[in-house]
């Protein structure tokens, strides 16, 4: 029989990570500005381990491949989560999703980019659906749940099963369009001109621009 003491010897010891938040932070931005400046399939770890001063051993421990870290570094820039939103209106709710998604051109692009080069990568598509895309449509299907139960649109609405669609198809093809829709707030007026009305709400008054 084993002592004790034996057993604790024998039990393996959790690894530690040594990257600290705020390392992981100054990472996180590297990874996000080499995808801007040269694309998916340009970047390596090699790059980021150069930009960063960190070794390649390190980024390939912590985060075990390239979709991996650029995942983790899209995660640990974004907002709160689109779960966390509840506003008490559909309205409401979209307006505060388009507050997370309608940002600059320049991180549009880089959206843009990740999806083009998820379609020739099967990791990085799987890694994306399973990080960001999933839960963002569950979210926004909760909030269209929410919607019908509070008798705000009718539940046989044939519009209401595609909102999460809707939404990340708009930002999808916006880049495909240039000069037609740029400048932040496109997803609060594509939300208001498309979407609502499509559920049988009606848009608010245009602003002024």
Known sequence: MSSPGSAQESAPAPRRSKITPERAQELYTAVLDLLRESGFEALTMEGVAARTRCGKS?????????????????????????????????RGDLHAVAATFDGTDRDTALMHALTHAALRSPELLR??????????????????????ERGEISADNPAAPY??????????ARPLLPGRYEGEGFLVRYIECAVLPALGLPALPAGPR
């Open 127 to 148: 890694a994306l659906r399973e990080t960001l895309i999933a839960p963002s449509v569950t979210a926004i299907d909760t909030m269209v749940r929410r919607a019908v």
């Open 163 to 172: 909102v999460a669609a809707q939404l990340l198809g708009g930002l999808r």
């Open 58 to 90: 390190t980024l390939y421990r912590q985060w075990g491949s390239k979709p991996e870290l650029v995942v983790a570094a899209l995660h640990g820039t974004s907002r709160a989560p689109l779960s966390a939103i509840d506003t008490g209106s559909l």
